[in-house]
């Protein structure tokens, strides 16, 4: 795997499209997109169009900057992750997904992590009425299908890449293991690991536990303050979210997050004053929870990061078409 913060320097887009290693990544992972697709059909989903501009977009993303464009005399923004919308869709279909690019100016730190680029693409997921019990069966469900899929069908790219199908044996036969964030943060303590209890896991303390895995497993349950505004807030369990993310095992690190929403009109404006940022900048989507949307869970899996780790690729950028990575100039 790449060195870490060792930034890499991008071949030529001829040179990068016309590399065996390249088109075998890229065949795969359209063959992963074919069976989520034929999964989330089978299973009742409606895909949609995702937006891209709005006026507001995802404001949770460790230390992203968000890209403005003029739209008429308004500062629009580049969609850093559909979350708002993905809410306001299930007023139209209860189970929804969107293939979705997005934006972010990731700080300049990430360049060498192998494993952020600046514009990349969610499967993105949000069901109505769902548990985050019942996410998490739907995406071990998703992520097996997918898995098996490439395992049947895609031999000659995983053997052209020097992927073992063997690695996927655990993924595909057992469940995946859960523990909480405080369980992680303890274990990487056990590891002489410095993790903060009140943040996310930090990139190396990702990378840690991912190494001691053999098939992807869930962290569950991230301190309020972590994560954006529309993570729901347990209940029973003030200062705790109902959400999680799905880290790839062999070091790959972060694949997915997700969670239950908060539903709640009151209680979103509230969680979005808590974060310091003004409520009238979420106008319809606040205009839109307060008339009523569905209580809901949901997820995005980062498609490039799940085809790094299928393909057993070094860097996230290598499961790119034309890659974009922090600081550096490229088409
Ligand atoms: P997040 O909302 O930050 O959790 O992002 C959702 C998913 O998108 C993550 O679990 C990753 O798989 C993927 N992702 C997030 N940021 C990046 C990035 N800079 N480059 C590539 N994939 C990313
Ligand atoms: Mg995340």
Redesign the pocket.
């Known amino acids: 795997m790449t060195t870490p913060f060792a930034v890499p320097e991008l071949p030529h887009p001829r040179a990068h499209l016309t590399s065996p290693v390249t088109r075998g990544a890229l065949s795969l992972q359209s063959g992963l997109l074919a069976a989520a697709r034929e999964f989330l059909r089978d299973n009742g989903f409606t895909e949609l169009l995702p937006p891209i501009i709005g006026p507001v977009t995802?404001p949770?993303?460790?230390g992203?900057k968000q890209v403005d464009i003029d739209y008429y005399g308004h500062r629009y923004k580049l969609m850093?992750?559909a979350?708002l919308y993905k809410q306001a869709s299930l007023l139209a279909f209860d189970k929804i997904f969107y293939v979705a690019p997005?934006v972010?100016l990731?700080p300049v730190e990430?360049a060498g992590t192998g494993?952020?680029?600046?514009e990349?693409h969610?499967l993105d997921v949000e069901v109505a009425g769902a548990s985050r019990d019942d996410i998490l069966q739907l995406i071990e469900d998703l992520v097996r299908h997918m898995a098996r899929h490439v395992v049947a069908e895609h031999t000659a790219d995983l053997e052209l890449l020097g992927r073992d199908p063997g690695a996927f044996t655990d993924l595909i036969n057992s469940a995946f293991d859960r523990m909480s964030h405080a369980t992680a943060v303890e274990r990487l303590h056990d590891l002489g690991h410095g993790q903060s209890p009140d943040a996310e896991l930090d990139w190396p303390g990702e990378a840690l536990l991912s190494g001691k895995a053999s098939r992807p497993f869930f962290v569950t349950d991230y301190p309020k303050g972590s994560r954006?505004f529309y993570d729901r807030e347990s209940r029973e369990d003030p200062g705790v979210l109902r959400n999680f993310?799905?880290i790839a095992p062999e070091g790959y690190g972060?694949?997915?997050?997700g969670s239950e929403r908060e539903s709640d009109y009151a209680r979103i404006v509230a969680r979005i004053r808590e974060t310091g940022e003004n409520p009238a900048k979420y106008a319809w989507y606040l205009e839109t929870a307060r008339e009523g949307i569905p209580a809901s869970s949901g997820f995005?899996?980062?498609l490039?990061?799940?085809t790094r780790y299928i393909a057993g690729l070094d860097a996230?950028w290598q499961a790119t078409a034309f890659p974009k990575l922090v600081g550096t100039v490229s088409p």
């Open positions: 995802d949770g993303n460790r992203a850093t992750s979350i997005n972010r990731e990430t494993r952020h680029l600046t990349f969610q954006g993310d799905l972060e694949l997915c997050s995005g899996i980062g490039q990061r799940l996230v």
